[in-house]
């Protein structure tokens, strides 16, 4: 057993800009009806987040969902680096080359000399630190954000919008937020804990 989550994250948010960002999304989600304006006990990770609201049912697909569902939104604001839970990254792509690193064996376990070079800019760009790598193949520095990494495993950012428990988000509301963010690329995160 586990639990579910989607997360949408602005991977061009400023730390500057994310605040407002986040509110302006958040009072769309609330005056629409998708997310509750009161918090409550309703998400895994942080202390409260945003119950579903009246609305929630128009912005997923519950097709294949089997039974009720209810969930909610913890919304980040602050360096984070978002993932998938549970698993290992399988492979990340250079933005510049599209180069990809194998970063799994024949044996579908974690390679460990592949993996190494980006497991330090995993853990020390979450520290605080800002860690460049350089393309494997070209040879061209890549910040952590500019990485594409295989089934969007990571995602590198200063703003989220995780919805625990929530059937799949439908895509025109994913590209509903992306217009509330300025049009920033995001990336949409699931996973399991």
């Known amino acids: 057993m586990g639990d579910w989550f989607q997360t949408i994250v602005d991977v061009?948010?400023?730390?500057?800009?994310?605040?407002?960002?986040?509110?302006?999304?958040?009072?769309?989600?609330?005056?629409?009806?998708v997310v509750a304006a009161e918090r409550t006990d309703c998400v895994i990770g942080a202390a409260l987040g945003h119950p579903s609201g009246?609305?929630?049912?128009?912005?997923?697909?519950?097709?294949?969902?089997?039974?009720?569902?209810?969930?909610?939104?913890e919304v980040r604001v602050g360096r984070t680096?978002?993932?998938?839970?549970?698993?290992?990254?399988?492979?990340?792509?250079?933005?510049?080359?599209?180069?990809?690193?194998?970063?799994?064996?024949?044996?579908?376990e974690l390679d460990r000399e592949a993996w190494e070079p980006f497991r330090d800019v995993v853990h020390e760009w979450d520290e605080g630190y800002d860690v460049v790598i350089d393309c494997p193949s070209c040879g061209?520095?890549?910040?952590?954000a500019g990485w594409r990494w295989a089934d969007d495993y990571f995602a590198f950012g200063h703003l989220g919008f995780r919805f625990w428990?929530?059937?799949p988000l439908r895509t025109?509301?994913?590209?509903?937020?992306?217009?509330r963010l300025a049009g920033h690329r995001v990336v949409l995160l699931d996973g399991k804990l």
Request: aromatic share 8%.
């Open 172 to 179: 025109g509301f994913v590209d509903g937020i992306t217009v």
């Open 81 to 108: 680096v978002f993932d998938g839970g549970q698993g290992d990254p399988t492979a990340v792509t250079c933005p510049h080359c599209a180069a990809t690193v194998e970063l799994m064996n024949d044996d579908f």
């Open 140 to 144: 061209r520095p890549v910040e952590p």
């Open 12 to 33: 061009e948010a400023s730390p500057e800009e994310a605040g407002a960002l986040a509110d302006g999304v958040l009072s769309w989600l609330v005056s629409s009806g």
């Open 54 to 73: 009246p609305r929630a049912g128009e912005v997923v697909d519950a097709s294949g969902w089997s039974g009720p569902w209810q969930g909610g939104l």
């Open 165 to 167: 428990g929530w059937p």
